[in-house]
């Protein structure tokens, strides 16, 4: 019994560091975690193996999914070794700016295989982000993140405001102070943040994993390998936390982005000189979410949230598609307008949209 206790010790022991009963895995070290120019500059993995063994080093994207595998070609001694990636994928090309991160397998002559891989016994760490501060003059958002992290800026207002603009949505930054540009604007490209004076900037991060690399410069929107010529092959989870709502860092990284959203007025309204539309008395407002986002949207479900001039003048908390809200603008003052949409979505995921507009008096409306 005790025997069998002490191998299931082992055993486990293996799953999650690397190691096995004879054959381990050791002492790995990468001697950087950046390549500026995939490419035209190299990383070196070392090692350290305990008996002989052919050794493999695996990279994968974001999406967990397989873009270059490095054999040693042949059995190696045990002792110290290294394996080096030049940033290309299997198909010879330059993988994209971003984050990747590596494994490592060994395998002994009588088919012993033990993996390195600290994907998910690392990183996914809340980080708090630090020196916020936005530079009207520059136009630069600057800030600090303690640790290699995937970095979330979102723009809106105080005081329960809606959220106006997502200026990086869950990208990879290494360690040390960054500066975004942004040229002040909502999402919509209407309203000048740079001044408002209830402007509210909320950075959120979290850390990668200690087994990660950065590629190429930094990005505001992710980008993937794409055109995979080769079998595809998704990593082997080693661990896995139990889902909790809003938490980015577990969901897969094609569903963290934001919705697409499409906010409407009805159609044939008169414009103003300056091509605002003019609405007045009860006015039909329908929001609708781009096709490529709608049915991830209705599986996680979603609130819809309607602002006017910043304020919350409507909200529905069982969000459905298409959704129409009548819009009483009777007793607001004419003139020109800002009405906003915000679709918050139950796992984090947002979207918003706003159309400046004119408000036309027309007595009491029903």
Excluded: C
């Excluded at 993988?95 to 998910?120: N, S």
């Excluded at 979102?154 to 959220?163: K, S, T, V």
């Excluded at 869950?170 to 408002?196: F, N, Y």
């Excluded at 009548?326 to 984090?348: F, I, K, Q, S």
Aim: hydrophobic residues 35%.
């Amino acid at each position: 019994m005790r025997k069998f206790v002490k191998t299931t010790l082992l055993l486990l022991a293996a799953l999650f560091t690397g190691q096995a009963y004879g054959l381990e895995i050791r002492h790995v070290q990468h001697d950087r975690n950046q390549l500026q120019t995939p490419g035209a500059e190299k990383i070196t993995v070392r090692f350290d193996i305990s008996e002989p063994a052919a050794v493999t080093m695996n990279f994968y994207d974001g999406r967990d999914l397989l873009i270059r595998n490095i054999d040693s070609g042949k059995q190696l001694a045990s002792g110290e070794h290294s394996l080096s990636w030049d940033g290309k994928d299997n198909a010879g090309r330059p993988v994209p700016p971003g984050a990747y991160h590596y494994t490592l397998v060994a395998t002994d002559k009588g088919q012993q295989r033990v993996e390195y891989d600290l994907t998910d016994l690392t990183g996914g760490e809340d980080l708090e982000v630090r020196n916020v501060n936005w530079d009207n003059k520059q136009k630069t958002l600057s800030y600090l993140v303690q640790k290699p992290a995937r970095v979330n800026i979102r723009i809106g207002l105080q005081n329960d405001g809606p959220l106006l603009r997502t200026l990086l949505e869950w990208v990879p930054r290494a360690a040390g102070t960054h500066q975004e540009k942004w040229d002040g604007m909502d999402a919509s490209g209407v309203i000048d943040l740079s001044k408002h004076p209830k402007r509210d900037i909320v950075v959120l991060a979290f850390s990668l994993s200690d087994n990660s690399i950065l590629v190429g410069a930094p990005q505001s929107r992710e980008q993937l390998v794409a055109d995979m010529n080769w079998e595809t092959v998704e990593r082997e989870q080693k661990q896995v936390s139990p889902r909790r709502m809003k938490t980015i860092s577990q969901q897969p990284l094609e569903t963290r982005s934001d919705y697409s959203i499409r906010l409407a007025l009805p159609d044939g309204l008169e414009k103003t000189e300056d091509g605002l539309p003019v609405v007045t008395g009860r006015v039909p407002v329908r929001l609708d979410i781009a096709d490529k986002d709608r049915k991830r949207a209705l599986e996680r479900r979603f609130e819809a949230g309607f602002y006017v001039d910043g304020i919350m003048v409507f909200e529905n908390e069982t969000g459905f598609l298409p959704m129409t809200w009548y819009w009483n603008t009777a007793g607001m003052n004419p003139g020109t307008h800002y009405l906003t949409t915000n679709v918050r979505g139950y796992e984090g995921n947002f979207g918003m949209q706003t159309v400046k507009l004119y408000v036309k008096p027309e007595g009491k409306t029903e």
